[in-house]
């Protein structure tokens, strides 16, 4: 990205405006919308129902995955911290909510793996971003790690075979 691109972007995350969060921005390498089969939405709420969320959370993912506007964004981008390099792979849900042109509900899948040239590297992190425009406005979100399980395991599968065809 350039650097007015990137100026722009960070102003509109500064406002809390536009599809962008801030845990979602960096080195992005491959950004495209996808298209939701049956297939991905039964693993997705799969892997979804089992989290601990509050009843009103669980009602948001619920309305925001069956909207008529919902639209994903399949990113990979790279991290690094103090523990090293991590591919990042992400899920971002989306709707444009009716107040605002640049007010989007979100919920965001993030799944991280060790980063190896061999890039077969096992699922070691999932974060997941619980964020309607409502409560986001006020710089508040619900985020949970919770351990990678099996359903979590095979919507990741799933994920990488999507990015690489």
Known sequence: ?????EHFHA???SRRVGWRR???IGAVTLSDEARIDDRLMREIETALCGLELTAQEHAF???LLHADTLRLLVTQ??????TGVYDAYSLSFGRRVSHGFLSYDRLDLIFERKHTHKGNAPLQ???IFVSPYEIYIKNEFTMLTPEPAAAMQALY????RKTAA
């Open 1 to 5: 990205m350039g650097r007015l691109s």
């Open 77 to 82: 981008n790279k991290r690094t911290d103090s």
């Open 22 to 24: 801030p845990w979602n």
């Open 125 to 127: 992190r999932v974060s």
């Open 11 to 13: 102003l509109l995350i």
């Open 157 to 160: 599968e799933t994920l990488l």
């Open 61 to 63: 993912i619920e309305e």
